[in-house]
């Protein structure tokens, strides 16, 4: 069982940055990749990106690809999510989910049915 805490986020302008995280307790997940999602407002659960277990290898959705940095730090079973260059329409609940432990997941890892655990959520909103 893993529990996923996000938090970082709140009111940024268009342009800003913002810098989410998502803690781990319960089993560790070092092993295992983690995965960021978003979801605005009247929209389905969208991809943002993953990062595998080891943080050599990180992968983005093309609507935030140059202006998003996955990261982890696995000695405080932290991921990150570095947001810059923000634009309104990254406004939404930012969630990071983890698969169960041994699940063999399809690359590039973006449908929300593959993972097992999920953080509550944190509301980013992007002013114009």
């Known amino acids: 069982q893993v529990t996923l805490v996000e938090s970082g986020g709140g009111l940024v302008q268009a342009g800003g940055s913002l810098r989410l995280s998502c803690a781990a307790s319960?089993?560790?997940?070092?092993?295992?990749?983690v995965s960021w999602f978003r979801q605005g407002p009247g929209k389905e659960r969208e991809f943002v990106g993953f990062i595998n277990a080891s943080g050599g290898r990180t992968y983005y959705a093309d609507s935030v690809k140059g202006r998003f940095t996955i990261s982890r730090d696995n000695a405080k079973n932290t991921v990150y999510l570095q947001m810059d260059s923000v634009k309104p329409e990254d406004t939404a609940l930012y969630y990071c989910?983890?698969?169960?432990?041994?699940?063999?997941?399809?690359?590039?890892?973006?449908?929300?049915?593959?993972?097992?655990?999920w953080g509550q959520g944190t509301q980013v909103t992007v002013s114009s």
């Open positions: 319960g089993r560790t997940f070092s092993n295992s990749i």
């Open positions: 989910a983890v698969p169960r432990q041994g699940k063999v997941l399809l690359f590039p890892y973006s449908r929300p049915s593959e993972y097992d655990y």
